[in-house]
């Protein structure tokens, strides 16, 4: 079975960065695409970026461009997402997911049904 932790998340102002990390357990972590979303309260989870296995697609929801940043090292077994220019609105719990079926692109990661496995989520809270 596979572990997703997450880590990072906590208060900051808007306008302000944060990094948030997930570590997978794992020996085959290199071969999974990996995701955030995040559900703000009362909401529906919603995604927010994915990465392919090798790092070379990237998918974020519109909401988030150009102001978060997809990343993973592989070695580490570690998917981080960073995020800038925070605003009020995404305030959430951030939570990261595996898709052990590695093969998958397109518009497939942005759906949460892909993803297997999922980490308890580690929150954002963004002030004005």
Do not use: H
């Not at 990072?8 to 955030?36: D, I, K, P």
């Amino acid at each position: 079975q596979v572990q997703l932790v997450e880590s990072g998340g906590g208060l900051v102002q808007a306008g302000g960065s944060l990094n948030l990390s997930c570590a997978v357990s794992g020996r085959t972590f290199s071969t999974y695409a990996m995701a955030w979303f995040r559900q703000a309260s009362g909401k529906e989870r919603e995604f927010v970026a994915a990465i392919t296995w090798n790092s070379l697609n990237k998918y974020y929801a519109d909401s988030v461009k150009d102001r978060f940043r997809i990343s993973r090292d592989n070695a580490k077994s570690t998917v981080f997402l960073q995020m800038f220019a925070l605003r009020p609105e995404d305030t959430a719990d951030y939570y990261c997911a595996a898709d052990r079926q590695g093969w998958r692109i397109g518009r497939q990661l942005m759906t949460a049904p892909t993803y297997g496995d999922w980490g308890q989520g580690t929150q954002v809270t963004v002030v004005s």
